[in-house]
């Protein structure tokens, strides 16, 4: 049974930083890629990072690049997300999530609700002065 369990979420003043991680199980580490999405409050639920199954290489969303880091600890099966010089709009509730992989050398096309297939529940993360 595959399941993701994020946690680090919480209220931090804007310029802060916080990590999010991700606990993965149940399904092949090294065939799935897993990504954090995360959903405004009256928005949309959008791509944020992604992690390779192969190497380890990254992408992430442009608004993200440079202050958001992916990574991954294959022993303990968890991803983090480190988010720095957070912003007011960076408020939401962020989401891990899995799926098989498409591309074994570039992970952006897991990026996409569509093309994952387990998701966690979710870890609130606030923006606020």
């Known amino acids: 049974q595959v399941q993701l369990v994020e946690s680090g979420g919480g209220l931090v003043q804007p310029g802060g930083s916080l990590r999010l991680a991700c606990a993965a199980s149940g399904f092949r580490w090294d065939s799935y890629t897993i990504g954090w999405f995360r959903q405004a409050p009256g928005k949309e639920r959008e791509g944020v990072s992604c992690i390779t199954d192969t190497d380890g290489s990254t992408h992430y969303v442009d608004s993200m690049k440079g202050r958001f880091t992916m990574s991954r600890d294959n022993a303990k099966n968890i991803v983090y997300l480190q988010m720095n010089t957070l912003k007011v709009e960076d408020t939401a509730v962020y989401y891990c999530?899995?799926?098989?992989?498409?591309?074994?050398?570039?992970?952006?096309?897991?990026?996409?609700?569509?093309?994952?297939?387990?998701w966690g529940k979710g870890t609130l993360v606030t923006v606020s002065s």
């Open positions: 999530a899995t799926g098989p992989t498409l591309d074994v050398t570039n992970c952006s096309p897991n990026l996409r609700e569509k093309n994952m297939n387990y």
